[in-house]
Nanobody, 115 residues
Framework: VQLVESGGGLVQPGGSLRLSCAAS????????MNWYRQAPGKERELVAR????????YYGDSVKGRFTISRDNAKNTVYLQMNSLKPEDTAVYYC?????????WGKGTLVTVSS
């Protein structure tokens, strides 16, 4: 299993970014996909989840109404559209999948929200 995140960077408060996670090594269309984040000195937290077909999504309270998770099963890719970014969104964002109960993580992509 390989998960490769991209799309992070420096953005001003109120701005937008779109993260991507390219997946390989498993049958992507069979599994829910997750985005987590970890800010300095804090525990890793679940940001968003999307079901295998994309029909069901979940968002953490801190990002509801601002972030949108989506997936393209033909491209084995999951996305996280982040709008109205706040300084407290600054974190390393990780893609996660659990095929067969095993946790797999990407290396993460850094998002910094600062003026």
């Amino acid at each position: 299993v390989q998960l490769v995140e991209s799309g992070g960077g420096l953005v001003q408060p109120g701005g937008s970014l779109r993260l991507s996670c390219a997946a390989s090594g498993f049958t992507f269309s069979r599994y829910s996909m997750n985005w987590y984040r970890q800010a300095p000195g804090k525990e890793r937290e679940l940001v968003a989840r999307i079901s295998s077909t994309g029909s069901t999504t979940y968002y953490g309270d801190s990002v509801k109404g601002r972030f949108t998770i989506s997936r393209d099963n033909a491209k084995n890719t999951v996305y996280l559209q982040m709008n109205s970014l706040k300084p407290e969104d600054t974190a390393v964002y990780y893609c996660n999948v659990r095929p067969g109960g095993m946790d797999y993580w990407g290396k993460g992509t850094l998002v910094t929200v600062s003026s």
